[in-house]
């Protein structure tokens, strides 16, 4: 009687949540995220190696002398099959690059139809940052409330989660303690209206500007889709990051905690 070893998919090798390291630029995302695409780099890494076949840093992360500050756009193409790009982007060509490296033929054929048009641009003498439009979408093709005031609103948040011994276990996210935000005003409370508490900044003329107010909302989107509907769109995001341990044994859970910045323009 013979007895064949059952196949298993390569990809289960690899945990759940992978942590990376490109060009000393630190991202955590699924595995799923990383193999959306396939045949493309990132693909055949993650299905077709196992663990030990790919370099790391000395914390154990998958390394890739890559630009790491341009792989975020990789990850969110590799998350939605789309990329919107901030509105005054001007590394479209070096991105171009990092998307031929990843082997993503559909996001470089996008890259390079939009600095052809940029190119055309250039030569007419019209400014470039003028051309990010579509099929790459950027910030300024959405659409604006006739008569709408101009202005920049600052969103921030500040998140943790812990990441257990097993990696493959989900994550266990905290609640969001506070959403801030950063304006004019006159502009927050227009945007904001009922849902702004101002108890940390009360009464202020609407011509000064603020940093203390914060909203009553537990979730990001909600403060997303108000900006979204006032004709408000994301122009630029930073974070910054720290991970510690529960305790001093390394063994313990990791505690991730994170403090994000989105700006909004109109």
């Known amino acids: 009687l013979h007895l064949s070893r059952p196949k298993c998919s390569q990809s289960s090798t690899f945990p759940e949540i992978v942590e990376l390291n490109v060009g000393g630029q630190v991202y955590v995302?699924?595995?799923?995220?990383?193999?959306?695409?396939?045949?493309s780099l990132l693909w055949a890494k993650f299905t077709q190696s196992s663990p030990g076949d790919l370099p790391k840093d000395s914390k154990g992360r998958f390394f890739f002398?890559?630009?790491?500050?341009?792989?975020?756009?990789?990850?969110d193409y590799l998350r939605d099959s789309e990329l919107f790009l901030p509105e005054f982007f001007k590394e479209r060509r070096r991105l171009q690059k990092e998307s031929d490296f990843f082997q993503l033929p559909e996001l470089s054929r996008r890259?390079?139809?939009?600095?052809?048009?940029?190119?055309?641009?250039?030569?007419?003498?019209?400014?470039e940052e003028a051309e990010l439009s579509s099929p790459v979408t950027s910030s300024s093709d959405r659409s604006r409330s006739p008569g709408a005031k101009a202005g920049y609103i600052t969103i921030g948040y500040r998140g943790s989660y812990t990441i257990g011994r097993d990696i493959q276990a989900d994550a266990k996210f905290r609640r969001v303690a506070r959403i801030t935000v950063c304006s004019k005003i006159s502009l927050a409370k227009e945007v904001f209206g009922e849902t702004l508490n101002e108890s940390r900044d009360p009464d202020r003329p609407p011509?000064?500007?603020?940093?203390?107010?914060?909203?009553?909302?537990?979730?990001?989107?909600?403060?997303f889709d108000r900006l979204a509907e006032a004709g408000f769109s994301m122009v630029a995001c930073n974070s910054t990051g720290t991970c510690s341990y529960a305790s001093n044994d390394p063994g313990e859970d990791k505690l991730w905690t994170s403090y994000t910045e989105y700006v909004f323009s109109r």
């Open 65 to 75: 002398d890559r630009d790491g500050f341009l792989f975020r756009y990789i990850l």
């Open 111 to 127: 890259l390079a139809a939009v600095s052809k048009q940029s190119s055309y641009t250039e030569e007419s003498g019209e400014p």
């Open 29 to 39: 995302t699924r595995l799923e995220t990383l193999t959306a695409v396939p045949n």
């Open 207 to 223: 011509d000064k500007y603020t940093a203390r107010y914060y909203l009553k909302y537990n979730f990001l989107e909600q403060a």
